[in-house]
């Protein structure tokens, strides 16, 4: 189960970044395509999850890393 949260944990920011991307496609949105304060505030938290994914997978790796 653990790989399995793992493997899901690092797929997350993937489909997020793709998902930005479709968002603000101003061809397939048109008017409601993202603004700028909301990619803003959903870059940061792609970030914030790439960064959470990344010590997901230590941790995962090397479980006392962090102790």
Known sequence: MLAS????GVLL???LI???KLIN???IMGKFANGRIMNILSWVTVV???G???ILVLTSVFPG???
């Open 5 to 8: 949260q793992t493997l899901n």
């Open 13 to 15: 920011p993937v489909i």
């Open 18 to 20: 793709v998902m930005l």
């Open 25 to 27: 496609d101003k061809s």
């Open 48 to 50: 914030v999850l790439i």
């Open 52 to 54: 959470l994914t990344i």
């Open 65 to 67: 890393l962090f102790h």
